[in-house]
């Protein structure tokens, strides 16, 4: 936790408690169903924490937008990202409705109101977003064909209503069909070697 208040030294209070809160209710919920890599769990905010939120080091969610969570999974990143910015709205979206219903007592026990697990898929959501996030899911291309009508067509924000994906590795050949796209190399903003590879796609839905 002292390498998230690191790079976000002005975290309330209560944002520091919630995320704090984490690894514990993640320790035992995992025991029970595989929310997250039982391989990666020793360095939990690191790798799931502070990745998810090398989204907020490159964008800053408005009040009252409207965000899903394309397959949430362990409920990365929406619930890292709701506790960051909590006027903001986050559908998280997974198919397994165990991981669901896991999210939803997390989210009861951390006493945060601003996400919402939902267990569909995502292309059978009638709602439309301003923004989604994802880590890892599938290619970007498939994402963006689950989502390209997902997103309401006026921005209310500097930029336009679209995409953030986590992604690591050599990314070269899946953004060649979005050339207006976006790369955050997030080892501009965490000195760690882990964040070497890692960067923030963004992609407009225009």
């Known amino acids: 936790m002292k390498l998230v208040e690191k790079y976000f030294p002005n975290l309330l209070s209560e944002q520091i408690h919630k995320l704090s ?50 397959g949430t999974g362990g409920g990365f990143p929406g619930i890292p990202l709701s506790i960051i910015f909590p006027h903001t709205k986050f559908i998280l979206v997974d198919s397994i409705q165990k991981k669901i219903q896991i999210l939803k007592t997390i989210i009861h026990c951390l006493d945060i109101k601003n996400a919402y697990p939902i267990c569909i898929r995502a292309e059978k959501l009638e709602s439309k977003f301003d923004f989604v996030v994802t880590r890892a899911v599938s ?46 190399s997030l080892n501009h903003y965490f000195q760690e070697p882990f964040f070497f590879t890692k960067k923030v796609i963004w992609i407009s839905n225009i």
């Open 21 to 70: 809160s984490l690894k514990d209710l993640y320790a035992y919920w995992n025991t029970y169903v595989n929310l997250i890599s039982r391989n990666t769990f020793y360095d939990f905010y690191q790798q799931h924490v502070l990745f998810c939120l090398g989204i907020a080091k490159v964008f800053s969610f408005f009040p009252g937008s409207y965000v899903m969570d394309l």
């Open 139 to 184: 290619k970007i291309d498939n994402i963006h064909n689950w989502i390209k009508n997902k997103f309401k067509y006026k921005s209310n924000s500097k930029i336009k209503n679209g995409s953030f994906y986590l992604k690591g590795g050599d990314i070269s050949e899946e953004i060649k069909k979005f050339p207006h796209a976006i790369v955050y």
